[in-house]
């Protein structure tokens, strides 16, 4: 059975750190992502890590602050998210797939499984 977990979350002042990561269990798959979703908004991609070559992807609004990587086994993904601003606040998702088209790998179709899910707090 495939289960994705995160871990992670919490609450952070402006400007601080957090680390979040989600194990995999049941499976290996070729990308892994995260996105969020904030109250009253539509679940948005965050960053996805694809392929044996582990290329990263970012949306624009968290490239130079946050950092996707995997473990070698690639079953564990982790995010390093720096300088948090309260526009970070949002629930964030894990999620996986065994099948990682490029056009893919931004979109929630994209990932057949996913995670319970981490609150992350930035107060303004």
């Known amino acids: 059975q495939v289960q994705l977990v995160e871990s992670g979350g919490g609450l952070v002042h402006a400007g601080g750190s957090l680390r979040l990561s989600c194990a995999a269990s049941?499976?290996?798959?070729?990308?892994m992502g995260w996105f969020r979703q904030a109250p009253g908004k539509e679940r948005e991609f965050v960053a996805a890590?694809?392929?044996?070559?582990?290329?990263?992807y970012y949306v624009d609004s968290v490239k130079g602050r946050f950092t996707i990587s995997r473990d070698n086994a690639k079953t564990t993904v982790y995010l390093q998210m720096n300088s948090l601003k309260p526009e970070d606040t949002a629930v964030y998702y894990c999620a996986a797939d065994t099948w990682a088209p490029l056009q893919n790998v931004r979109s929630v179709t994209g990932y057949d499984y996913w995670g319970q899910g981490t609150q992350v707090t930035v107060p303004s």
């Open positions: 049941g499976r290996t798959f070729s990308v």
């Open positions: 890590i694809r392929g044996s070559g582990d290329f990263t």
